[in-house]
């Protein structure tokens, strides 16, 4: 019991921490568009006054364009010096937190640095030539090595579904005849992922890893029901009338992942290692008598301890259609192995 409880309380402490931090790192990003958006307002309300000035006559066309160049450099610069104060505490938020390397960081917070002013001004930000003042280019040499540099990351709360079973020698062909019900075998992973996209500016490749806990059913068929002997585990026939028999495995599983983005198409290919925590068997029988009886045992049952298996996703958004088989036998000393398959959503 300590020890589930102790993977609990880390597995919650893990996910908790990542979405603290998260969270303070979406607070900085909301307090940088604040004060681009500040700034741009406030820009705006400067190239009215100066427009109104021009059509009153009181300046002309050539001074009206030159101090309007003029207002817009000045706002550029008081967001780049504004948004390096909220980037300073970012970076130290991450040296706190010591998970991100120098360069990520910067480029999570930097955005792209500009004014975007009415379309009737031309402005250059180098030289004053006619071109568009483009807020979604990068200003200065600094910035634009941050914003090229930019690599995405996330993270997830998965939550996965579906139904699995045991095949026999890792043959499909053996649920044809299975020990056990297949649509009442099913499975629920509750976890914490995070994805690092593999290129620069794009989304196309990711790596993600994370942490889950697992519940998984087998519910035995044909009155039976495990038995351990020795360093085997077995199916034996009950004495009794078996209502119904089921083995729970829970288990404390690692994922990693490539991850294929295709627009809103996403594909996953990867593999992921588990560490067994508790098995229980339960059952629920007729006695010679006619009384119910149902009994729960908790044993190792010869479950193997540490185990490996490959996993592929392929959804939309959110939702994903998911597969793992893991070749490592689910018994010590066994011929079977656990096939799953269900849908997983990612919040």
Not at 74 to 93: C, F, G, Q, S
Not at 160 to 188: C, H, K, M, T, Y
Not at 334 to 342: D, F, P, Q, R, T
Request: glycine share 6%; proline share 2%.
């Amino acid at each position: 019991m300590r020890k589930i409880s102790f993977i609990i309380f880390l597995f919650i402490g893990i996910i908790t921490n990542a979405q603290t931090f998260t969270q303070k790192i979406d607070k900085i990003s909301e307090e940088i568009e604040q004060v681009k958006l500040e700034e741009k307002q406030a820009l705006k309300e400067k190239i009215k006054q100066i427009n109104a000035q021009i059509s009153a006559g009181d300046l002309s066309e050539k001074a009206g364009t030159k101090l309007k160049v003029d207002a817009a450099n000045e706002h550029a610069r008081n967001i780049e010096k504004r948004v390096e104060i909220l980037e300073a505490e970012l970076k130290k938020l991450v040296q706190e937190k010591a998970s991100f390397s120098e360069e990520e960081t910067t480029s999570k917070s930097k955005e792209k640095k500009g004014v975007n002013i009415d379309a009737d001004i031309q402005i250059s930000s180098k030289k004053n030539k006619n071109e568009d003042f483009d807020e979604d280019k990068p200003t200065s040499k600094k910035t634009r090595k941050s914003y090229y540099s930019y690599y995405y990351k996330d993270d997830f709360l998965i939550i996965g579904f579906g139904l699995q079973n045991a095949l026999v020698d890792g043959n499909i062909n053996s649920l044809e005849n299975s020990d056990f019900r297949i649509w009442q075998s099913p499975f629920i992973e509750i976890g914490y992922l995070r994805a690092h996209s593999l290129f620069k500016d794009k989304r196309f490749l990711e790596l993600r890893y994370g942490v889950s806990l697992t519940w998984n059913t087998l519910r035995i068929d044909n009155n039976q029901y495990f038995v351990k002997e020795g360093n085997k585990t077995v199916l034996m026939n009950f004495p009794h009338d078996v209502k119904y028999a089921k083995l729970n495995i829970l288990r404390f599983e690692v994922p990693v992942l490539f991850n294929f983005n295709f627009g809103n198409i996403n594909l996953g290919l990867g593999s992921y290692g588990s560490v067994h925590i508790r098995t229980k068997q339960c059952i629920k029988y007729v006695a010679e008598d006619g009384s119910t009886h149902k009994d729960k045992v908790k044993n190792e049952f010869n479950t193997t301890n540490f185990s490996y298996g490959f996993m592929t996703t392929f959804g939309i958004d959110e939702w994903n259609i998911y597969a793992k088989y893991s070749p490592t036998p689910i018994f010590k000393n066994s011929n079977l192995s656990s096939l799953a398959v269900g849908l997983r959503l990612e919040l």
